[in-house]
């Protein structure tokens, strides 16, 4: 009989990018994410988005999820997407939450972020939709 591999874990990367200082959030979802299974490399704040993405090579990770309340997010969740870009990473979904106005989440979205979830949005809805993605 043979035997099989493991499964390869899904990582996920989160961080608190630019000057944005409340991380309570980003905190609870890493971990609802990892009690869900995935396995979480929480940043910390103050991340430049070449740090976000070079942690996601080094971690090898399939995902990076932003958490933004500065306002900054029709600058910040680019510059990761161009990041990805130049490093030659699109294969990595990045999503995010936070205090983002719902005309600016359709423009993220045009740009490559996979989605964007709002404040107040149950834990078990973001973990079924990463389920969907990585089953």
């Known amino acids: 009989m043979a035997s099989r591999a493991p499964a390869k874990p899904v990582r996920i990367v989160t961080a608190k990018v ?20 995935y396995e979480v490399i929480y940043l910390g704040l103050r991340q430049t988005p070449q740090m976000v993405v070079e942690a996601a090579l080094q971690e090898d990770a399939q995902v990076i999820g932003l958490s933004l309340h500065s306002g900054a997010h029709m600058t910040l969740f680019p510059a990761v997407l161009q990041e990805l870009r130049k490093r030659d990473a699109t ?45």
């Open 91 to 135: 294969d990595i979904l990045v999503f995010g939450g936070g205090i983002i106005p719902e005309e600016d989440i359709e423009a993220l979205k045009k740009l490559g972020v996979a989605l964007i979830f709002g404040p107040g949005t149950p834990l078990e809805d973001i973990v079924a939709w990463l389920k969907g993605r990585f089953p």
């Open 18 to 37: 630019g000057l944005d200082g409340h991380d309570r959030g980003v905190k609870v979802i890493a971990r609802a994410l990892r009690e869900a299974g």
